[in-house]
């Protein structure tokens, strides 16, 4: 018998984000073509943990790319990064009450009173 085999373009699946406090850009749904790349950010409020102090991260870039046993998968593998909450530096205001958080972060208030 004559078997035809077609050949189909690789692709990466999109995981899923859930639990991850990560979104894909808008519109990213379904695959992702080999070699095409696509960027992924952290949820409001929170950045890419990196290993310099001064550095936020928003967001990264994926790339669909051949991985060990000639396996298709995105690069980084999003699990393996991690979004910690943005904090705000430490309030120094003289003449003013309120109560100081040690890492205020973004989303926190903080009453102020002169």
Partial sequence: SNISQACK?????????TGLRMEYEQGVSGSIPFLSTISISCSQGFVFQSSSIFSCVKS??????LAEGNQVELTPVPSSLTCSPLTCPPLNLSHAKYNNLQDPMYGQTIDVQC
């Fill in 9 to 17: 373009p690789l692709s990466c699946s999109l995981p899923d984000l």
């Fill in 60 to 65: 990264k870039t994926l790339t669909c790319s």
